[in-house]
């Protein structure tokens, strides 16, 4: 291994390479598709969408132009078909984000117990005793939730 080359960058360079790896073409559509729809962009396109919409309804070019009278029943159709698209791809997006959680959660596993195995090693070759290591670590663990539920810190 390259003296130079971090151990975290590893791990990182792991992780992009398997979420790279899961990512098939559909993903990359419902993230732009995600990405697009949660932008002022798409908000103001829509604003003016729908105003140009109307006023050609309401007969700003005249009667010919009118194609979708009032209560728009049109209109009303597609925006509902459009949120129902919007909302599948957000689920799409979220489930995915959810998958690289888990894989993320699987590789922070993973150095956690490397990490356990290697100071369970060099504590083993430095002659220090685990158990007293564990006791120590315990009672600074009680102390640290103590201290998170607003006590003193000190064990009762």
């Given at each position: 291994m390259d003296p130079a080359l971090n151990p975290?960058?590893?791990r990182l360079r792991q992780e992009r390479i398997v979420f790279a790896r899961m990512r098939s073409t559909q993903d990359r559509v419902a993230d732009a598709i995600t990405a697009f729809a949660g932008t002022m962009l798409f908000v103001y396109l829509h604003a003016l969408w729908f105003a140009v919409w109307i006023a050609l309804n309401e007969g700003l070019l005249g009667h010919a132009g009118i194609f979708d009278p009032y209560p728009y029943g049109l209109l009303t159709m597609i925006v509902s078909l459009?949120?129902?698209?919007l909302s599948t791809f957000v689920m799409v997006s979220q489930n995915r984000q959810a998958t690289r959680e888990n894989v993320r959660a699987d590789l922070d596993f993973e150095t956690n117990l490397r990490s356990e195995v290697w100071s369970a090693h060099i504590g083993a070759a430095?002659?220090?005793d685990p158990h007293e290591i564990e006791e120590r670590v315990q009672e600074l663990l009680?102390?640290?939730r103590?201290?998170?539920n607003g006590g003193t810190g000190k064990p009762s």
């Open positions: 975290a960058d590893l459009e949120a129902i698209f430095l002659g220090l009680t102390e640290n103590a201290k998170m």
